[in-house]
């Protein structure tokens, strides 16, 4: 060692006298030992930010590394949303909080299914990429669905998302993003934030409004202000990346892309019902999947010995599902990370707008499909053309205003609903009028209060009363009896102080002035008045047979005001 140590003292010292080359290799050396080492270590970085690495070094990656490669950030390295961008001295000191990760790895600490507890926040990862506050457009979704029957029945469900954003000032601050827009912040009593009793959010004077869940008991009053959490992307996009998706879905997906042929009997609830089971280990989930080649063997005789191969194909497809969304080292499967994003499958939207959670004047945070999207509308392939009906504001009811009126929908439905909604097959799943829509009526919706009955006795003095009818003799059959009533009641909406088209019908001097149009009634000439021929048309509300009949003798009999 000291003989070792000599040498090396007299390379880079070397004695009086020597050549020139003797003095200049010491420090050539030293160069080429620095540049081999930052190139190393460059490299060392890079490949530690690697998805290979991150996905494949520690063995209780896995799950998370399959799902990430068939999702949307498949080519997002993993540093960029664990770590987030910002410069090298940055990024290393955030990385050294994974020291802990590897000392509960080496020692075996962790508990399983693993899940993230220490990610950045968005403004630090997501919002590197997207910026929440830019306005999006409405865009259309189309999903696919197969029924569980011996045909596969395939229907399409076409809805308009209404991601928003923006600034209010300019109009906008509105959609989806509207709870990026704007500061929201949420209370949760379970690791997962699946369960939060307390909504508070900011108002434009400094004050805020808080929404409490009625049906959970919480006070607000003893809870710990700092564990309040403010809405952020990954609020609801929780599992955008490594999202284990539940059977139905996975296998409707496969099936709209014919990886699982839709033209084999049953194949839908047969792929669901085997990749719901849980299994004690993989090899017993491969056996009885293979099984369904079996049955189709021994019950689809006739068909398997026509089809092998897209049975055969199927059955290779379903495994391929299974193996991407159950992970028995792990402990990891369709049930142990919930996706935020909906309101089927897990709580999702409905962990705040599930209409139990109500402020001091009992107004809740609204539960309504028009908020984030349209009504869903329901096709078959033999339909050629699907009409969507898209909310773009205008008039709408009294009743519709109040922030609770999806909870009192199934108590409130009355004659006045014909005016602007079909009702054929009300409350059913044919899809032939509004009122059958299978997409609202075909679904059961766990996570929602529809049925909560703390919620129920709050809303009873809620419930909107019918519109009074029409009578002949009902105080007179001049415009103040009778014709007035009805006009309110019924036109008034929209013909109101909105005053729609420029024609107001809350007053007799008002309605005989007309419209933009010019006048609207003409007395003793019905046949002539403008009011009769639209009503005797399709028009945005329709005034019942009896109604129409009513103000057409009214106008014959010189229109009276008295």
Request: charged share 20%; proline share 5%; hydrophobic share 35%.
């Amino acid at each position: 060692m000291k003989k070792l140590l000599e040498r090396l003292g007299k390379f880079f010292v070397p004695d009086p006298g020597s050549s020139r080359w003797t003095y200049i290799l010491p420090y050539l050396t030293l160069i080429i030992v620095f540049v081999i080492l930052l190139a190393g270590g460059m490299y060392g970085w890079e490949y530690s930010n690697s998805t290979s690495f991150c996905g494949t070094a520690c063995h209780t990656m896995p799950p998370q590394s399959v799902v990430h490669a068939d999702s949307p950030h498949a080519n997002v390295t993993c540093e960029e949303c664990h770590i987030g961008r910002a410069s090298f001295s940055n990024q290393l000191l955030r990385k050294t909080q994974g020291l802990k990760e590897t000392y509960y790895e080496i020692f075996k600490l962790y508990e399983y299914p693993i899940r993230a507890t220490a990610l950045r926040p968005a403004r630090d990862t997501c919002e590197k990429c997207h910026l929440p506050e830019t306005f999006a457009h409405d865009s259309l979704r189309t999903i696919k669905h197969f029924a569980s029957d011996e045909a596969n029945t395939e229907t399409t469900t076409y809805l308009i998302l209404k991601t928003g954003g923006g600034d209010e000032r300019e109009g906008l601050g509105k959609g989806i993003h509207w709870h990026i827009s704007n500061k929201v912040q949420y209370y949760a009593t379970d690791p997962l934030n699946q369960e939060i009793p307390y909504v508070r959010v900011a108002n434009d004077d400094g004050t805020f409004t808080e929404y409490t869940d009625v049906e959970s008991g919480f006070d607000a009053a003893s809870m710990d202000e700092s564990q309040l959490k403010d809405i952020d992307c990954t609020t609801c996009h929780n599992r955008v990346t490594h999202n284990f998706e539940v059977p139905t879905e996975s296998v409707d997906q496969a099936m709209a892309g014919k990886l699982i042929h839709p033209a084999i009997p049953s194949i839908r609830a047969k792929a669901v019902e085997v990749l719901s089971v849980k299994y004690e280990t993989r090899d017993e989930a491969v056996q009885a999947i293979a099984a369904v080649e079996e049955d189709y063997k021994t019950n689809y005789a006739d068909f398997y010995s026509q089809n092998t191969g897209i049975v055969q194909a199927a059955v290779t497809e379903i495994q391929a599902i299974y193996d991407r969304t159950v992970f028995h080292d792990q402990e990891v499967d369709f049930t142990t990370h919930p996706n935020n994003l909906g309101h089927i499958n897990s709580p999702g939207c409905f962990r705040c707008h599930d209409g139990k959670h109500l402020n001091a004047e009992n107004e809740a945070v609204r539960l309504e499909c028009n908020l984030c999207h349209s009504i869903p509308i329901v096709t078959e392939p033999k339909d050629l053309v699907t009409n969507i009906e898209i909310n773009s504001g205008g008039v709408e009811p009294e009743s519709h205003l109040n922030p609770n009126w999806i909870s009192l929908h199934n108590q409130s439905i009355n004659e006045s609903c014909v005016g602007c909604h079909t009702i054929e097959g009300m409350g059913g799943v044919s899809n032939i009028s509004f009122c059958s829509n299978s997409a609202c009526h075909g679904n059961v919706y766990t996570y929602a209060g529809f049925d909560a009955p703390a919620l129920r006795e709050i809303l009873k003095t809620q419930i909107p009363t019918p519109a009074p009818a029409a009578s002949p003799t009902g105080g007179g059959s001049g415009y103040n009896g009778a014709i007035g009533e009805l006009f309110k009641a019924k036109c008034g909406a929209c013909h109101g102080d909105a005053a729609s088209g420029g024609l107001n019908v809350t007053t007799y001097a008002d309605l005989m002035k007309g419209s933009k149009s010019g006048a609207v009634i003409v007395p003793n000439e019905s046949a002539a008045s403008l009011l009769i021929k639209i009503q005797s048309e399709k028009h945005f509300f329709n005034l019942s047979a009896n109604d129409l009949d009513l103000v057409t003798q009214w106008i014959d009999d010189g229109a009276k005001e008295k």
